[in-house]
């Protein structure tokens, strides 16, 4: 049996230093840790009960099937930040049929970014 104790996601961006603007400076995450020197040196940041991983950096196309999902407790209000703050703005938000709202961004490499809010009345706020 697997016993985890921490996790969190890698990513190694085509250019380490505009990443770390993107999620840093204009998505106004926390870093957690920073290791090594200079340009490619890591940097992880907080997301909420994980942590985000910028780490080396990959010529590489990004893979299609990597996504991040964030929660929010404001949808609306991360909208407007992010669009004063010239963040491309993918999708604006929409309530789904499953009952979350969100809205779509992507980083510089083009890795789709869901925000989403859990509506009060949405059925991931109870338990059973």
């Not at 942590?51 to 949808?75: I, K, N, T």
Request: no cysteine; charged share 25%.
């Amino acid at each position: 049996m697997v016993h985890v104790l921490s996790s969190r996601t890698l990513l190694q961006p085509s250019d380490p230093e505009r990443s770390r603007v993107f999620y840093g400076e204009r998505l106004g995450l926390t870093v957690y840790r920073e290791f090594g020197t200079g340009p490619e040196r890591g940097t992880v940041y907080f997301l909420g009960g994980g942590f985000l991983e910028l780490s080396g950096r990959s010529d590489a196309p990004r893979s299609p099937a990597v996504r991040l999902w964030l929660q929010v407790a404001d949808v609306a209000a991360a909208h407007e930040e992010l669009r004063a703050g010239d963040v491309e703005i993918v999708r604006p938000p929409v309530r789904e049929p499953w009952g979350l709202i969100e809205m779509w961004i992507a980083d510089p490499d083009g890795t789709p970014i869901a925000l989403v809010e859990v509506p009060a009345d949405h059925p991931l706020r109870y338990r059973a």
